[in-house]
Every structure is written in C-alpha cells, then in structure tokens.
Nanobody
C-alpha cells in the first residue's frame, strides 16, 4: 500500500505551500494519518497527525499555529497547509498511515519512506 504526496516546492520565508497526499487501495477512513519530515543530516520528525475521523489533531511545537492538517475520507486524501514558512522547515515531507492516532511524540512510524503505508516524499525548500 503506497501513499503519494504532491505540492512541494520552493518558497521564500513567510510564504505558504499546501501539501496533499492520496492513499488508494486500503481502508483509508480507518487509519490515523500523519505528515513527517526529514532534513539532511537530521532524524525523521513528526510534523502533524490527524485521527481517522478528522476530529482530533496533533502538531509538533515547531509548527503549531502555522500548519494545519486536514483529511477528506471521501477522496482518500490528507492535506497539510503550511503558512509562515521558515528556512528551518526545509525538508522532505512524507505522509504515512497507521492503525492508531498518534497524539504525541516526535519520531516517525516504523518502516520509512517507500514502505507500506508510507509515501516517497515531496521536497519543501524555504529560502530567500
């Protein structure tokens, strides 16, 4: 089961981007979903997660108030609206699905990019 991200790109500090992830081929509405990122030389980190209904969300402290995660179970998609972007947000962003809602922590689910229930990532670069 593979997820597919889109929407990455290059933007100046203070700008916005919207990432999308589509997940065909499994019971999408039964899974918690999350966005994760990895910058060069750094460990994979949790960015934001949402439960299977879309009613509960969790954000890392570094993006709280700037990023918004949402999902549309009818379209098997999860989105990440990123505003007020900073150079520190530069990373490859991944979406991943898990049977449970991740409501805390900082790390990434087991498996990694390209594994089942992971995408291959989309690059986000924030620079002037």
């Amino acid at each position: 089961v593979q997820l597919v991200e889109s929407g990455g790109g290059s933007v100046q500090p203070g700008g916005s981007l919207k990432l999308s992830c589509v997940g065909p081929g499994f019971t999408f509405k039964s899974y918690g979903l999350g966005w994760y990122r990895q910058a060069p030389g750094k460990e994979c980190e949790l960015v934001a997660t949402v439960d299977n209904t879309g009613g509960s969300t969790y954000y890392s402290d570094s993006v709280k108030g700037r990023f918004t995660i949402s999902r549309d179970n009818a379209k098997n998609t999860v989105n990440l609206q990123m505003n007020a972007l900073k150079p520190d947000d530069t990373a490859v962003y991944y979406c991943a699905a898990e049977p449970q809602f991740r409501s805390g922590g900082t790390g990434c689910p087991a498996g990694g990019p390209g594994s089942d229930y992971w995408g291959h990532g989309t690059q986000v670069t924030v620079s002037s």
